[in-house]
């Protein structure tokens, strides 16, 4: 028997691949939240004029993009549509719509059969991993200015 510490600071004891009660809520929660991370990242994608941000890396002519930003908003899409294709395979349901709230929805309905597959862990560190880095995109310590196109 493994005992493994996920980050919401309690012990999930290691006995079969499904997730523990504790771990299938912070996934559901996280689920709910990254389609809102999703909509601050598309705020964070042009400086707004005028704003007092920082611009940096932008020589080229042309709508100055957050290059951070950019690929968070790839990374969460990917990240859920990789997921929801895993269920739509292991199922007989169909594909939901390709956007982030469609997949993110749709995975929150089929978290109970998710929870108990055997990737039920990677789905669930990959998330968290997810989210934990777009915060830090979509979130930034203020006085911190990400570079644009780093």
Known sequence: MQEIEFRSGHLCVDTDPALCVPCQERLDRQLALLPRVYGELEA?????????DRVTGTARPGIP????AVEARAAIRGTLASWADL???GRT????LRTVPALAAFLRRHLSWL?????????????DALLHD?????RPPHGHP???GA
């Open 65 to 68: 993009l957050n290059g951070p």
């Open 44 to 52: 964070a994608l042009v400086p707004a004029p005028n704003s007092g």
């Open 146 to 148: 990400l570079p644009i």
């Open 115 to 127: 929870a108990v597959h055997p990737a039920a862990e990677d789905a669930a560190s990959e998330i």
């Open 93 to 96: 349901v169909r594909l939901p």
């Open 134 to 138: 777009v915060l830090r995109i979509a």
């Open 87 to 89: 269920i739509v395979e």
